[in-house]
Nanobody, 115 residues
Framework: QVQLVESGGGLVQPGGSLRLSCAHS????????MGWYRQAPGKQRELVAT???????NYADSVKGRFTLARDNAKKTVSLQMNSLKLAATAVYSC?????????WGQGPQVTVSS
């Protein structure tokens, strides 16, 4: 069983930045595709970004150029740097770890972008 512990989130003004982090409790972290998803009020959960152990990050078009997903395989953590945040980024963000068809989720920090 993998546990994901997230940190970060909060309230920020439009144009501001936030950083989310996710710590993975498993022993073979680099096998997992790590990612962040978000769910805004009244909407379905959507992909923000994913990053395999040894590959390149994949971003939703809506965040390309503004968000950066990075992982530290030694520390078993993944971080999402979010810059130039827009009002539409307000959502609950959830960390995901997926391997061999099994996916684990974190609790999800709230990100609120408001003036």
């Amino acid at each position: 069983q993998v546990q994901l512990v997230e940190s970060g989130g909060g309230l920020v003004q439009p144009g501001g930045s936030l950083r989310l982090s996710c710590a993975h409790s498993g022993s073979i972290f680099n096998l997992y595709v790590m990612g962040w998803y978000r769910q805004a009020p009244g909407k379905q959960r959507e992909l923000v970004a994913t990053l395999p152990g040894g590959g390149r990050a994949n971003y939703a078009d809506s965040v390309k150029g503004r968000f950066t997903l990075a992982r530290d395989n030694a520390k078993k953590t993944v971080s999402l740097q979010m810059n130039s945040l827009k009002l539409a980024a307000t959502a609950v963000y959830s960390c995901s770890a997926k391997d061999a068809g099994v996916e684990y989720w974190g609790q999800g920090p709230q990100v609120t972008v408001s003036s």
